[in-house]
């Protein structure tokens, strides 16, 4: 058990001895003070718990101690003793930062009772400090993490971070490959449950018997093998954060539930009777239309929305370039510095078969990409020939065939049609590369605005 220790600071010999005496009997640690100066000197060389202080004293008096000590300690608590006569410099103390002040003599179990009470104020003050430290920091890590330059992975950390202090179930929503974990991951550290569990579960890895076992939990001889009473998911993330990943594959059995654990924060072990309560945040992601399944009546609406309560969309790579060469960067440090190479970049045609791109397995897909050329490369840069064959090969899919038949204008638009299928119908990136404005190419293509 942590022991506390009191300052107290009295210029009366027989005052600040009964008080040390009274609280060393209750367990606290004490050390005296006959003066304000003394008792600086002592501040100055240790860290006490609270500090225990008359307010008229010789050389430098208690409120005096008390603004000094507070510029460099602003949480120590301070407990002002003093006289009728003073008590408006006691109140003017209390303004300047003390816990509070008795009047002489002191009631000890009053007295006692403050200085517990100060202490604890104290303590909760003190692990505040250090949790906002602490997500300051994470934060920072975090970003660091979320290289981008495309807006729309802005508004993705932006929405993480307001979040993340709540208790509201979020739905994260996306393409395989574009982070859904990593937002998970995110979401947890920046949250007040930073220091609890973070647990995860892939649905889909699993069957409904053993689905609904893994997160309930099962009572000894629940079914054969079940030698033993094991807890479950939810049980195990109680006061922090359960991940459900692929929340679309779950069977109908275990959404019912699941909605109900959501409902009433309880649960049974499979086998079991005894009902289990639990404070968790569920975070579920999808690469599934969720919606469009609760129209189509393979899941439940009820808890569709109980899980969408917030709603955090991650665009596919296709639908932000601007990331794919920040993230490959990053990428190339990380798997340069595990496989002690040297490498510096990427040339020109290898970044430009990346930028082009379509990385339908995303972000994880770029990032397989990326540690596959680093291990083949035996330079200083990354050439096309790193890369695997699919990248450049893929620029070749869309094919543009010459027929001498065709009148020049009919071989212009063909032409516009292959580039615009080659950019993903991008009409101002065309007409950059075509050398010709926007406006000209919707009059040649004869298309709308």
Known sequence: MEQYHLLIVDDEKNIREGLAQFFRMEGYAVTLAEDGAQALTLLNKERYSLVICDLRMPKIS?????????????????????GHGTVENAVAAMRSGAYNFLTKPVNLEYLLLLVQQAIT????????????????????????????????????????????????????????????????????????????PLIKVHCAALSENLLESELFGHEKGAFTGAHAMRKGRFELADNGDLFLDEIGEIS???????????????????????????????????????LQEVKEERFREDLYYRLNVINIHIPPLRERREDIMPLAGQFLREFSLENQKRIQGFSPQAASLLQEFDWPGNVRQLRNCIESAVVLSDGETIDKEHLPIY????????????????????????????????????????????GISRKTLLRKMQLEE
């Open 121 to 196: 104020t104290q303590k909760l003050q003190s692990d505040q400090e250090e949790v906002q430290l602490f997500l300051a920091k994470e934060k920072l890590n975090i970003r660091q993490h979320f290289v981008s330059g495309s807006p729309a992975m802005q508004r993705v950390y932006q929405l993480i971070e307001q979040v993340a202090p709540s208790k509201a179930n979020v739905l994260i929503t996306g393409e395989s490959g574009v982070g859904k974990e990593m937002v998970a991951n995110a979401i947890h550290a920046l949250s007040p449950r930073y220091n609890q």
């Open 62 to 82: 208690g409120d005096e101690l008390l603004l000094t000590t507070k510029k460099s300690q602003p949480f120590l608590p301070f407990i002002m003793l003093t």
């Open 252 to 290: 109908p059995t275990v959404q019912v539930k699941l909605l109900r654990v959501l409902q009433e924060r309880r649960f049974e072990r499979v086998g079991g009777e005894v009902s289990v309560e639990v404070d968790v945040r569920l975070i579920t992601a999808t690469n599934r239309d969720l």
């Open 391 to 434: 990248v450049e090969s893929s620029l070749n899919e869309v094919n543009f065939c010459i027929n001498e038949e065709l009148l020049l204008e009919d071989l212009e638009r063909n032409y516009m049609e292959f580039m615009l299928l080659r950019h993903q119908g991008n009409k101002s990136k065309v007409a950059k590369k075509l």
